[in-house]
């Protein structure tokens, strides 16, 4: 049970680091997202994450409507 916990913080700590030393623009919570599915990819953590991003503004694009527009 202790070994659990320690694997835990320790890993959210080395997420932490990595967010901050490649200065994402993301919330650590959604980092955390994009690095649970592309777990087994072989780009840079840095294409993913803007890659990611980019997919998820598309997506809140297409579901905002557009008012003035007939």
């Given amino acids: 049970m202790k070994s659990q ?3 835990a913080l320790s890993i959210y700590l080395l997420v932490v ?3 901050k030393k490649l200065n994402l623009p ?3 919570y959604t980092f955390l997202q ?3 599915v592309n777990l087994f990819e072989k ?5 993913l994450v803007a890659d990611a991003l980019k997919q998820i503004s598309e997506l809140q694009d297409d ?3 557009n008012l003035f527009n007939c």
Avoid: M, R
């Fill in 17 to 19: 680091i990595a967010k």
């Fill in 43 to 47: 780009k840079p953590i840095s294409s």
């Fill in 63 to 65: 579901n905002q409507l």
């Fill in 26 to 28: 993301c919330q650590l």
């Fill in 5 to 7: 916990i320690w694997v």
């Fill in 34 to 36: 994009i690095l649970e």
